[in-house]
T-cell receptor, first 113, second 112 residues
């Protein structure tokens, strides 16, 4: 089935690390993505990981992938108030005619000063 | 600018009006998408166009009519909408349908 699940809310203090978790269902996904949506804006691609990788680091962002458990996480180090947004996890679902991205419901991250 | 431009940014329309949303991408991508984002609901994929051909239509009511005249432009024609159609409509594009998407900023639609 097509299902990507995330917790809906996360609240952290400025300077702490944030960890946003996601589970997905399609084991054939080749890429998994993290998108960020600020209020009133579209979705911005933050980072992605290829399915044969376990970890990817990009400045303050660390993506961990556990393929066995179909679990993806996004860690934001030294979280800032500007990181407050909704974060979406997505997997690409491949089928004969092509593919499409399946998005989770989004995790609203609130960063308190 | 993200490379995907949507106009208008905001639209208020009555239930008997006809309006169109426009999306333009300058990235050379060959696939374009319409998504609906309602409050408290997951992103809903509405339509997929690949190489200017509609390849997916996810049970969207006929009051929404997409048009893709070329690989850079995508329209969503609206007529006789309902208040529950009020939402943020997002356009996205990608190079191949399995690649990451680039999103526009969306059109905030309010149906009164």
């Amino acid at each position: 089935g097509e299902d990507v699940e995330q917790s809906l809310f996360l609240s952290v203090r400025e300077g702490d690390s944030s960890v946003i978790n996601c589970t997905y269902t399609d084991s054939s996904s080749t890429y998994l993505y993290w998108y960020k949506q600020e209020p009133g804006a579209g979705l911005q691609l933050l980072t992605y990981i290829f399915s044969n990788m376990d970890m990817k680091q990009d400045q303050r962002l660390t993506v961990l992938l556990n393929k066995k458990d179909k679990h993806l996480s996004l860690r934001i180090a030294d979280t800032q108030t500007g990181d407050s947004a909704i974060y979406f996890c997505a997997e690409n679902l491949i089928y004969n005619q092509g593919g499409k991205l399946i998005f989770g419901q989004g995790t609203e991250l609130s960063v308190k000063p | 600018e993200t490379g995907v431009t949507q106009t208008p940014r905001h639209l208020v329309m009555g239930m008997t009006n006809k309006k169109s949303l426009k999306c333009e991408q300058h990235l050379g991508h060959n696939a374009m998408y319409w998504y609906k984002q309602s409050a408290k609901k997951p992103l809903e994929l509405m339509f997929v166009y690949s190489l200017e051909e509609r390849v997916e239509n996810n049970s969207v009511p006929s009051r929404f009519s997409p048009e893709c005249p070329n690989s850079s432009h995508l329209f969503l024609h609206l007529h006789t909408l309902q208040p529950e159609d009020s939402a943020l409509y997002l356009c996205a594009s990608s190079q191949e349908r399995v690649a990451g998407y680039t999103f526009g900023s969306g059109t905030r639609l309010t149906v009164v």
